[in-house]
């Protein structure tokens, strides 16, 4: 039987592919996306919100509590400088992806219908569209800052500490 450091190990890594192949899937599905036809493209944008929902926001969850939980039961995890950058990051990324990617996918999806029906211009969609790439890499970006920092788990050296001045007279 794996013990638990190596099974939340597993998870994390498996949820971390599960994002990344999320993300790649929304973006792919961004980058063929098509522009001449709202109905198809509002269509579209259902099935973006639909890879957000079943895809990138259950991995990174699982990502995120496999990460901690591996942090709270693996002792040696909590005096890392890398774990303690991937954590946070795991945080960037959730706030990413819950309130900005999960957000545009169904914002543009209400848009691309209100741009088919005649009650706002084009404009608005790809302003929108702008901000929400800009999103994706960041959150892209992060995820694979996260695998790296998990992979190759560099020593943060921490400043050396000062000496009080009575050690200072000793020497």
Partial sequence: MPSLRVVLKILHSLSAA?????????MILLVFAPQDNAAAYADLRESIAMVSDYVLVPSLAVALVSGLLAMAFHTPFMDKGWAWAKAAMGLLMFKGVLTVVGAKADHAAVLARKIEEGAIPQEVLD????????????????TVA????????????????????????AT
């Fill in 146 to 169: 996260n695998v790296v920092l998990g992979v190759w788990r560099p020593k943060f050296a921490r400043p050396p500490k000062a000496q009080s001045s009575s050690q200072e007279k």
């Fill in 127 to 142: 302003s929108a569209m702008r901000h929400e790439w800009a999103t994706l890499w960041i959150v892209m970006a992060l």
């Fill in 18 to 26: 599960g994002l990344l192949g999320g993300l790649a899937c929304y």
